[in-house]
């Protein structure tokens, strides 16, 4: 089981510019979610996936803020223009989600996005 | 300006001996609860979890006690080893059936193993 995959593991980018990150889930985990961790504000839900499909965003910063899941195998949260505040450690997660009951996220390794 | 980062609650506890992390839950409709660890340059990692109608679950080395007349949650660790040092977090689904787009997260415990 090779786990939750994100990538890059770093970025340092110049405020204003894009960021990309990426997930691939766990394979037949049918829920993605994506988190951010700060000192300040601890693990933060962005948004979540199910089968596909963006079922609440609601913890998306602003408009800066996009995430997308084309296919079961892959997601995207990309910022622009990004800013130094965007500095953090951005969390995928994956996770089978059941009508029977919830079942525990597994967590990638993170990707930490330095803004200057 | 300088920020202040936010202090997390240390136990520090010597090699060998048990641990115990407490976690408090206000929604007492919250039927799920999930207990991680994360360690320094890694994501949270899945330890145990528990759902609302046990009051005990054992695992590895671990039980998490839940008592939902107070609220309350607690991870222990048996004969605690440098390798539990890490950052303990608990987490519930904030509401009866609720979606785990509503997993909250505790803001964790720092655990310290003295050897």
Request: charged share 20%.
């Amino acid at each position: 089981d090779a786990g939750v995959i994100q990538s890059p593991r770093h970025e340092v980018t110049e405020m204003g510019q894009e960021v990309t990150l990426r997930c691939k889930p766990i394979s037949g985990h049918n829920s993605l979610f994506w988190y951010r961790q700060t000192m300040m504000r601890g693990l933060e839900l962005l948004i979540y996936f199910n089968n596909n499909v963006p079922i609440d965003d609601s913890g998306m910063p602003e408009d800066r803020f996009s995430a997308k899941m084309p296919n079961a195998s892959f997601s995207t949260l990309k910022i622009q223009p990004s800013e130094p505040r965007d500095s953090a450690v951005y969390f995928c997660a994956s996770s089978q989600w059941r009508m029977e009951g919830n079942s525990p996220l597994h967590f990638g390794n993170g990707t930490r996005l330095t803004v200057t | 300006g300088e920020s202040v980062g936010l202090h997390l609650p240390t136990l520090s506890v010597q090699e060998g001996d048990n641990s115990i992390i407490n976690c408090a839950y206000s929604n007492s409709a919250s039927d799920y609860f999930i207990w991680y660890k994360q360690e320094s340059g890694k994501g949270p990692q899945f330890i145990i979890d528990i759902r609302s109608n046990m009051d005990k679950r054992q695992g590895q080395r671990v039980t998490v006690l839940l008592n939902k007349t107070v609220k309350h949650l607690s991870l222990q660790i048996a004969a605690t080893q440098p390798g539990d040092s890490a950052v303990y977090f608990c987490a519930g689904v904030g509401g009866y059936g609720g979606s785990q787009g509503n997993l909250i997260f505790g803001k964790g415990t720092k655990l310290s193993v003295k050897p």
